[in-house]
């Protein structure tokens, strides 16, 4: 107790252990059957340091890392004029690793923390002029004329126009209370969804047959209406490959652009996939009037719930 030799400090830290413990238990007694970390706060264990809550698991190798842990520990303590003034507690959640969150959500993440006049710990480390999709990209970096991804015998070829909502690493949350720290839990949930379903896209698989398809493809003005300027695949070696434009309008939704059929300009199809806070995601499919959609809303939903992979999705979705 040499930093803060007011036990005060500590009781109030202890208070709020309990009543986080005490959310969780009460969230796990009413959750249907769920991975142990997507319920409540996640995963408890008790560190010296403070409540350990492990709330993510990855199931991406895109997103580099398997697990997200926050850390509920003290994050200093004001006090205020006078000898008989008491100090006031700041609490806070540690992430590890930071979390990359788009800025309408940092905005979220802030207000949970108003009662905290001020926290000691920065609640970001800024990374001036980045966009949230540029942030979250593997290796920080995508090739301009987009990726080739293979997936159970098919190949898509993304191309990105996600619009350039600022972004930071987020490594700290104020947190008053149990409320509190549940709720920003579940903003950082949906964050690394959201992160892991449009990485998902990005990850570079492209062999010598592929990068000439792709400059063929472009020197041809293919578009998201078709590959081949005429229908949705391009076949190469019996493999077909479709063209999909992916736009991230962050922090919630993900919009695929690809084609149905034959009629490049009136048989495209958008699919568009929300992530609510928590991680949960719906897909809605948006077909041309006329054009059939290549599954149900509910299909693709599931889809994408299992395996937050789009190209993993899509060659269910298109499958026959």
């Known amino acids: 107790h040499g930093k803060y030799p007011d036990l005060a400090v500590y009781d109030a830290l202890r208070e709020l252990e309990v009543a986080v413990e005490k959310l969780h238990a009460d969230k796990t007694a009413m959750a249907d059957t769920q991975p142990a970390w997507q ?13 350990q809550m492990e709330y993510y698991q990855s199931v991406a190798p895109s997103c580099g890392t398997e697990s997200s842990r926050a850390l509920l520990q003290l994050a200093g303590v004001t006090v ?38 001020e926290l000691p710990v920065p609640i970001f480390r800024v990374t001036n002029g980045v966009a949230w999709h540029r942030l979250v ?21 993304f191309v ?3 619009t ?5 690493e987020v490594h700290n949350v104020p947190v ?17 969804v959201m992160t892991e379903v449009y990485t998902s896209c990005l990850v570079p698989d492209i062999d010598d047959d592929d990068e000439e398809e792709v400059d063929s493809a472009r020197t041809n003005g293919a578009h998201a209406s078709g590959m081949n300027g005429h229908g949705d695949e391009m076949q190469t070696d019996a493999v077909p490959l479709r063209l999909v434009e992916l736009t991230a309008v962050a922090p919630t939704s993900v919009l695929l652009h690809t084609a149905l059929g034959q ?4 048989d495209l199809l958008c699919i568009e996939i929300n992530v609510q806070p928590g991680g949960d995601i719906s897909a809605k499919l948006h077909v041309p009037a006329g054009s ?12 994408l719930q299992t395996c937050k992979s789009i190209p993993l999705a899509l060659s269910y979705m298109f499958q026959s």
């Open 39 to 51: 319920t409540g706060v996640g995963s408890i264990k008790r560190l010296v340091e403070g409540l």
């Open 80 to 117: 205020g004029p006078g000898q008989d003034a008491k100090p006031k507690t700041m609490m806070g959640l540690h992430l590890e690793p930071p979390v990359m969150v788009s800025m309408p959500a940092v905005g979220s993440l802030q207000t949970l923390g108003q009662k905290v006049l």
């Open 137 to 157: 990209r593997p290796n920080n970096a995508t090739p301009k004329e987009g990726c080739v991804v293979k997936a159970r015998g098919r190949k898509f070829w």
């Open 160 to 162: 990105d126009h996600s």
């Open 164 to 168: 350039d909502a600022m972004g930071v």
């Open 176 to 192: 008053s209370t149990a409320a509190d720290v549940f709720q920003a839990l579940q903003l950082l949930r949906q964050q690394q």
């Open 263 to 266: 009629d490049a300009a009136l």
């Open 292 to 303: 059939e959609a290549p599954c149900t809303e509910q299909y693709a939903t599931q889809l």
